[in-house]
Nanobody, 120 residues
Framework: QVQLVESGGGLVQPGGSLRLSCAVSGSIISINTMGWYRQIPGNERELVTTITSDGIVYYADSVKGRFTISRDNAKNTVYLQMNSLKPEDTAVYYC??????????????WGQGTQVTVSS
């Protein structure tokens, strides 16, 4: 059984910073792309950023220059450093990872989500 456990969300003032973490555990052979998505109630979940196992990154235009994704392959963990936060960054943030398990084909898995609120 694979688990993605997120942490680091919370309330922050505009211009502030937060760091999210997502640790993957379970019977894992390999992890390929990891990423972060976010969702506002009533809206579709949107892609924020991804990072491949080789370290190739992608950022949505709305977060370029403010957010930084990184990963520690030894710890099966992905991070999201969020700086210069804006009220429009308020959302539930979800971790996603493409994972190969023993006896199971590659599949995408989601974390439970962590709330980020940017407000004064």
């Amino acid at each position: 059984q694979v688990q993605l456990v997120e942490s680091g969300g919370g309330l922050v003032q505009p211009g502030g910073s937060l760091r999210l973490s997502c640790a993957v555990s379970g019977s894992i052979i390999s992890i390929n792309t990891m990423g972060w998505y976010r969702q506002i109630p009533g809206n579709e979940r949107e892609l924020v950023t991804t990072i491949t196992s080789d370290g190739i990154v992608y950022y949505a235009d709305s977060v370029k220059g403010r957010f930084t994704i990184s990963r520690d392959n030894a710890k099966n963990t992905v991070y999201l450093q969020m700086n210069s936060l804006k009220p429009e960054d308020t959302a539930v943030y979800y971790c996603n990872a493409d994972i190969r398990q023993i006896g199971v084909p590659w599949a995408g898995y989601w974390g439970q989500g962590t709330q980020v609120t940017v407000s004064s």
